[in-house]
Nanobody, 121 residues
Framework: VHLVESGGGVVQAGGSLRLSCAAS????????IGWVRQAPGKEREGVSCISSSDGSTYYADSVKGRFTISSDAAKNTVYLQMNSLKPEDTAVYYC???????????????WGQGTQVTVSS
């Protein structure tokens, strides 16, 4: 199983980025993929996740209304559209796979390598 994130970068506050998580090595049905971020000196935070079986989603309160998670099963890719970015969104963003299809359970089986998002004020 491989998860490869892309799309991170440096953006000014109020800007947007779209992260991608390309998954391979497993069937896309009945799994869940989540985005988890880790900022220096802070606890890991589950940002958002999506179920591949029914498309249900979850968002942390800190990103509700600003971030949107989506998936393209044909491309085995999950996206995280991040709008109205704030300096506190600065972190390494990881995508992670839950083979049991649990939504944001934090019991992920596989992780990507992470992509850095830096929001300047």
């Amino acid at each position: 199983v491989h998860l490869v994130e892309s799309g991170g970068g440096v953006v000014q506050a109020g800007g947007s980025l779209r992260l991608s998580c390309a998954a391979s090595g497993f069937t896309f049905d009945d799994h869940a993929i989540g985005w988890v971020r880790q900022a220096p000196g802070k606890e890991r935070e589950g940002v958002s996740c999506i179920s591949s079986s029914d498309g249900s989603t979850y968002y942390a309160d800190s990103v509700k209304g600003r971030f949107t998670i989506s998936s393209d099963a044909a491309k085995n890719t999950v996206y995280l559209q991040m709008n109205s970015l704030k300096p506190e969104d600065t972190a390494v963003y990881y995508c992670a796979l839950d083979l049991m299809g649990r939504l944001c359970s934090d019991g992920y089986d596989y992780w990507g390598q992470g992509t850095q998002v830096t929001v300047s004020s």
